[in-house]
T-cell receptor
């Protein structure tokens, strides 16, 4: 079967750095996405990785290791508005997105 | 404003009733998707359409049907609603199914089946 694993919940302090991990086992791989979802709202796109390495976009970075089936999302200079769920999704061999259950990130002052 | 809309925002439905959730996008995207999101579970794909006139089954298609008569609209129908279909339903679209094409999501429909 196909599986995406992420921690259920994480807590961090405003101004700090947090790393959210995602491990996956899928039938084929055609890219990995990270989305942000605030409570009661729709998911919104954050990043896309298809090759190994780090993609940086402002305060957010995403890393991929295809050989390890592993990705992480790094959030720097945390702000209260970063309190949200972060969803990891892998596009499988059939070009369908397989979604993790999401990591709820709580930011404390 | 370009985007994707869903209707209704929320609905309470008696079991056994028929219900159609509406989804419209104005981005001229080729691909559209219907997901359900339940607490503790990831988004699960119900049905998808890679282009107008075609549809396909996702991970959890039973009890649901879709149609794609044109590029913009992708309605989801529950023929006879059951309580296990209580969920938040998201419609999404993307320019294509490959590359770095992200999926854009509608605001969701919160459905309660009693």
């Amino acid at each position: 079967g196909q599986n995406i694993d992420q921690p259920t919940e994480m807590t961090a302090t405003e101004g700090a750095i947090v790393q959210i991990n995602c491990t996956y086992q899928t039938s084929g791989f055609n890219g990995l996405f990270w989305y942000q979802q605030h409570a009661g709202e729709a998911p919104t796109f954050l990043s896309y990785n298809v090759l190994d390495g780090l993609e940086e976009k402002g305060r957010f970075s995403s890393f991929l290791s295809r050989s390890k089936g592993y990705s992480y999302l790094l959030l720097k200079e945390l702000q209260m508005k970063d309190s949200a769920s972060y969803l990891c999704a892998v596009r499988d061999g059939n070009y369908q997105l397989i979604w993790g259950a999401g990591t709820k990130l709580i930011i404390k002052p | 404003i370009a985007g994707i809309t869903q209707a209704p925002t929320s609905q309470i439905l008696a079991a056994g009733r028929r219900m159609t959730l509406r989804c419209t996008q104005d981005m001229r995207h080729n691909a559209m998707y219907w997901y359900r999101q339940d607490l503790g579970l990831g988004l699960r794909l119900i049905h998808y359409s890679n282009t107008a006139g075609t549809t396909g089954k996702g991970e959890v298609p039973d009890g649901y049907s879709v149609s794609r008569a044109n590029t913009d609209d992708f309605p989801l129908t529950l023929a006879s609603a059951v309580p296990s279909q209580t969920s938040v339903y998201f419609c999404a679209s993307s320019d294509s199914t490959g590359g770095d094409n992200e999926q854009f999501f509608g605001p969701g429909t919160r459905l309660t089946v009693l």
